[in-house]
C-alpha cells in the first residue's frame, strides 16, 4: 500500500470493474458451475439430474481409469520437472561461463521458448512417425523394439521427451538470469576457499540459486500439469489404452468426448483442490525456507 | 594450462549439444517442408531444404482447400494476429486500470477485490472447461472475437506486474502531482502510464507470445474454420494425418508448424532484453 493515496471515492471502483467483471462471469461463474455439477447425477438425456452428494468423486475418483491417469501425471510431471530442470541448470550454468558466443548461445538456447505446445507436439509426432520419423526409425535401428502407438513406456518416453524439450528454454532463461545476479565478490571470495569448481558449484551457488529452483519447480509442476494437454492432444491422445492421459487430458476426454458432466466436474474440482494446494506451498513454505 | 584448455572445450561441447537439441527440430521441420509429399515419405525426414518451398508455403497461406478444408493459411495468420495482439493490449489496459486502483486509492472493498483477482491464479482454464465452454455457448459468445479475447485477459499475472512497479514508484511524485491539482485520471494518464513504458513493452511481448500459443480456449471457442489459428489448425492437421487417406501431405504439415511458430519466435527474438526483463520480472 501507498503512504500516499487519493481520497475515497468510486473512481476506484471504475478502474477495477473491467477485470472484476470478466472474473466473475468467465472465471468464478463456470468454477462455481464445476463444483455445483460435481453433486449431480444427470440422466443420459440431460434432461433431469439430482443430487447425489459424493457419489461421482467417489466413482471418478476410484475408478481404475483415474487411478492410472493420477499415476502417470505424478510420474510424468516429475520426470518432466526434474529432466528440464537439470539440463537447464546444466546448460545456464555454462552458457555464464563462456565469454566467446555468449549472446549466441543465450539466444539459440531460449527461443524455444516462444514455441507452442501443441506444435511441439506435432513436430514430435512427426519426427516419431513410423512411416517418415528417423527417430523411430534410428530407436528401433539400435535395437530398441520402439513402438509408441502400442506400448505404454515408449508412448510415455515420447510425451516426456518433447515436454522437457519445450520446457527446457523457459528454466534457462531463468536460471541465466539467477546466475547473473549472484554477486561476483561472492565467487571470487568462494575461488579462493576452494579449487574444485565442482564443490564450489555444489555448496556456493546452488544454495544462492534456491530460491530460483524452488520457484521453477512449481512453474514446471504446473506446466506438467496443465500446459502439456497442447502436447498430448497433438501426440498420443492418451493412448495406448490411456496410459499416457493426464489428469487434465482425461477431464477434456470425460467431458467432452464422454460428455459425463457430473464425473468431469468432479475431476475438475479435484485439480482445483491441487492447484489450491500449489499455490499454498507456493506461497508458505518457499517463501519462508528458502534463504535470500 | 592444458586443464583449462579441456575446461573451456568441454563446456563448449556441451552448450553445443544443447543447441543443436534445441534448433535441430525445428530446422528439420523447416527443411522438410520444403520437399515433396513423395519424397518425404520415400525417404524420410530431411536436413537440406529441397526445391518445393515457394510451392508448400504458396499452396497453404493462399490456395482454397491447400491444408484446411475451407479455411486459408492466411486466415488463420490473421486470426493469430488477432488474438495475440488483442490479448497483449486488453492484457496490458486491464491489468494496469486495476493494479493502478489497488495501489493508488484506499477503499473499503481494496482487500475483497485483490483476493478476487488472486483468485483467478486458482482457477486455470483447465479446472474449469466444461462449464466456461456452457457459459460462453449461453451468453452466445462462440466464435467470436470477443468470446475469445476477453476472458482470456482477467488472469491475475499481468496486474500483479504493475502492482508490483506501481508500488516502486516513489510517493512524492503523487504528492507533487495532487499539489499541483490532478486528477486520479490525469496521473495516471499523464504520470504513471509514461513512467511504465518499458514495463508496458515488456509485458506486451510476453503476452503476445502468450496469446498467440493458446491452444485450449480457442479449441473450446471456434467451432467454424474460418475462426481457427494457426495453433488450432495444428489439431486438424494432426487430425487428417491421423486418418491417413491416400498421400499424407507431410511437407504442410511442417509448413503449419512452422508457420506457427515463426511470428512468435521472431518477437522474442528481435526484443529479446525486453521479453526476458518481463518474463523474469512478471514471474516473480
Known amino acids: 500500500m501507498k503512504r500516499v493515496q487519493f481520497e475515497r471515492s468510486s473512481i476506484p471502483f471504475l478502474f477495477v470493474a473491467p477485470q472484476i467483471i470478466i472474473i466473475l462471469v468467465f472465471f468464478i461463474w463456470p468454477a462455481a458451475q464445476a463444483i455445483y455439477q460435481s453433486f449431480l447425477l444427470e440422466d443420459a438425456w440431460g434432461l433431469s439430474s439430482q443430487f447425489v452428494w459424493f457419489r461421482n468423486y467417489k466413482d471418478t475418483i476410484f475408478s481404475e481409469s483415474w487411478l492410472q491417469a493420477a499415476g502417470f501425471t505424478i510420474v510424468f510431471s516429475t520426470l518432466v520437472t526434474f529432466l528440464s530442470l537439470a539440463l537447464a541448470l546444466l546448460l545456464a550454468v555454462k552458457a555464464n561461463e563462456v565469454i566467446r558466443g555468449a549472446s549466441t548461445y543465450k539466444t539459440t538456447l531460449m527461443w524455444a521458448y516462444a514455441i507452442a505446445p501443441p506444435v511441439a507436439g506435432l513436430m514430435g509426432n512427426l519426427m516419431f512417425h513410423p512411416l517418415i520419423g528417423d527417430l523411430y526409425k534410428f530407436l528401433n535401428a539400435i535395437g530398441w523394439d520402439f513402438n509408441h502407438k502400442l506400448d505404454s513406456f515408449d508412448a510415455g518416453f515420447v510425451v516426456v521427451l518433447i515436454s522437457v524439450w519445450k520446457q527446457v528454454s523457459v528454466n534457462f532463461i531463468f536460471f541465466l538470469s539467477g546466475l547473473q545476479g549472484i554477486p561476483k565478490s561472492v565467487l571470487e571470495a568462494s575461488m579462493m576457499d576452494c579449487k574444485s569448481s565442482f564443490r564450489r558449484f555444489w555448496t556456493i551457488t546452488f544454495p544462492l540459486l534456491a530460491p530460483t529452483t524452488f520457484f521453477l519447480m512449481v512453474i514446471n509442476i504446473t506446466y506438467a500439469f496443465f500446459e502439456t494437454f497442447g502436447i498430448i492432444d497433438t501426440t498420443t491422445r492418451g493412448a495406448p489404452g490411456g496410459a499416457t492421459n493426464t489428469l487434465v487430458y482425461k477431464v477434456f476426454q470425460d467431458g467432452f468426448r464422454g460428455a459425463d458432466l457430473g464425473g468431469s466436474s468432479a475431476q475438475s474440482v479435484v485439480l482445483m483442490l491441487m492447484v489450491l494446494a500449489l499455490t499454498i506451498v507456493q506461497f508458505r513454505f518457499i517463501e519462508r525456507k528458502v534463504h535470500y | ?284
Open chain 2, 1 to 284: 594450462m592444458k586443464q583449462w584448455n579441456w575446461r573451456l572445450i568441454s563446456t563448449h561441447a556441451i552448450l553445443i549439444v544443447g543447441v543443436i537439441f534445441m534448433s535441430l527440430p525445428v530446422w528439420v521441420a523447416f527443411a522438410t517442408s520444403t520437399h515433396s509429399a513423395e519424397h518425404i515419405l520415400r525417404n524420410g525426414l530431411q536436413f537440406w531444404p529441397g526445391s518445393e518451398l515457394l510451392k508448400t508455403y504458396n499452396e497453404v497461406l493462399f490456395v482454397d482447400g491447400g491444408v484446411m478444408k475451407s479455411v486459408l493459411g492466411t486466415t488463420m495468420l490473421k486470426n493469430s494476429l488477432i488474438l495475440g495482439f488483442g490479448f497483449a493490449i486488453g492484457k496490458v489496459i486491464v491489468s494496469m486500470l486495476a493494479a493502478y486502483a489497488i495501489v493508488y486509492f484506499r477503499f473499503k472493498l481494496a482487500v475483497p477485490l485483490f483476493w478476487i483477482i488472486f483468485m483467478t491464479l486458482l482457477l486455470p482454464l483447465e479446472v474449469r472447461i466444461i462449464p466456461s465452454y456452457e457459459v460462453m455457448a449461453s451468453l452466445g459468445l462462440l466464435d467470436t472475437h470477443f468470446g475469445l479475447i476477453v476472458p482470456l485477459i482477467a488472469s491475475a499475472t499481468g496486474t500483479f506486474f504493475f502492482r508490483q512497479f506501481f508500488r516502486s514508484v516513489p510517493d512524492e511524485l503523487l504528492e507533487a502531482a495532487r499539489l499541483d491539482g490532478a486528477t486520479a485520471w490525469g496521473f495516471f494518464i499523464d504520470i504513471l502510464v509514461p513512467l511504465s513504458k518499458t514495463m508496458i513493452a515488456a509485458i506486451l511481448i510476453i503476452m503476445f507470445v502468450v496469446g498467440w500459443n493458446q491452444y485450449l480456449w480457442p479449441l473450446i471457442m471456434t467451432t467454424k474454420e474460418e475462426n481457427y489459428t494457426l495453433v488450432i489448425g495444428i489439431k486438424q492437421i494432426y487430425q487428417i494425418l491421423a486418418e491417413g487417406g491416400e498421400l499424407p501431405q507431410y511437407q504442410k504439415a511442417f509448413a503449419l508448424t512452422i508457420l506457427a511458430t515463426l511470428p512468435p519466435v521472431l518477437v522474442v527474438l528481435v526484443f529479446q532484453n525486453w521479453f526476458v526483463k518481463g518474463l523474469v520480472e512478471s514471474e516473480k
